[in-house]
């Protein structure tokens, strides 16, 4: 081989290398929306999110008006990965003490490991954190606040002592202005004897601090159903709710066993004094529900089990 044919192939060698590695990168960096799986996602530049979207049950990234929505799970639950979409939810170091009050804190970070500081405003807030032991008793539904370094910080009271599940659900606002509404997952130990509750029976009306919330509806697997949702007070008639997190309540589901976390999307309309929500179980098996409403300026929060077949 003389010196010119050997340079030929190199270059050949070389692009072969290229294209390969093209195909690798490739394969590294699939798109958010395989083909055949859902909708093309688009991009969302200056596009307000959360409100109205549709897409086919059991679909994987879907659009959310504007926002590529990255799912966790192939079913439709989220929550269940502490990375999604390219983005890392990254809790500070120091584990909550049992008992003790503090911090919880954390960074999201973006796939070159920088800390994300552009968020979507979603139903009122550029965060939400909720944070559930793992037998499903503790809810609470947060929202930290964001120094300029990127990270999150909200103050918690004393946590009991097991295996909790902590879940960011935000929408960020990447460098082109694509939005991507993701909710990562991650565990939180909380050091000490842990004493895990049965999950509650399956209930459609839930009582707390002498309000009772019940729900009317029909979960079906795969398919978003409306759950319709009233509060009354302690004389019987509809509590006055009042606005929260741009919508008369705000929903969360569980799933019992790996504490998938449900899409769930309210109606920012009150159809008489029944609030509805759109619930797409993504299989059968127990939920928790926890309906956040406000009244009197005082959110509350009514738990409820719900059995799909
Ligand atoms: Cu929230």
Redesign the pocket.
């Known amino acids: 081989m003389d010196r010119e044919t050997l340079r030929l192939a190199l270059v050949v060698g070389g692009l072969v290398l290229a294209v390969l590695l093209g195909f690798g990168l490739g394969r590294l960096n699939p798109p958010a929306n395989p083909a055949g799986t859902g909708p093309a996602p688009s991009t969302g530049a200056g596009l307000p999110a959360g409100g109205a979207h549709s897409h086919a049950p059991g679909t994987g990234a879907h659009s959310h008006d504007g926002a590529t929505v990255a799912q966790g799970g192939g079913d439709g639950a989220t929550g269940l990965s502490i990375s999604s979409a390219g983005y890392t939810l990254v809790p500070s170091a120091g584990e909550p003490a049992a008992g003790r009050a503090g911090d919880l804190r954390f960074q999201i970070r973006d796939e070159r490991r920088r800390p994300v500081t552009r968020f979507a405003v979603v139903?009122d807030?550029p965060m939400?954190v909720i944070v559930a032991r793992r037998d499903l008793s503790g809810y609470r539904?947060l929202?930290p606040t964001m120094a300029a370094d990127g990270t999150w910080s909200v103050p918690v009271a004393p946590f009991d002592p097991g295996v909790w599940r902590m879940y960011a659900d935000f929408t960020a606002v990447a460098d082109d202005g694509r939005q991507v509404a993701v909710v990562l997952g991650a565990d939180v130990t909380v050091p000490g004897t842990y004493a895990p509750r049965p999950l509650p029976a399956a209930a459609t009306s839930a009582t707390v601090d002498g309000f009772t919330a019940s729900w009317t509806g029909t979960p079906e697997v795969g398919r978003s159903v409306p759950l319709r949702f009233r509060v009354t007070g302690l004389d019987g008639g509809a509590a006055p709710l009042e606005p929260y997190?741009g919508a008369y309540g705000?929903l969360v589901a569980l799933r019992e066993g790996d504490l998938g976390y449900l899409h769930v999307h309210p109606e920012p309309v009150r159809d008489g004094d029944a609030v509805t929500f759109w619930l797409t179980a993504p299989g059968p098996g127990r939920y928790r529900m926890f309906l956040d409403f406000q009244v009197g300026g005082v959110v509350r929060t009514a738990a409820f089990t719900l059995t799909v077949d």
């Open positions: 139903h807030k939400h539904h929202h997190l705000h």
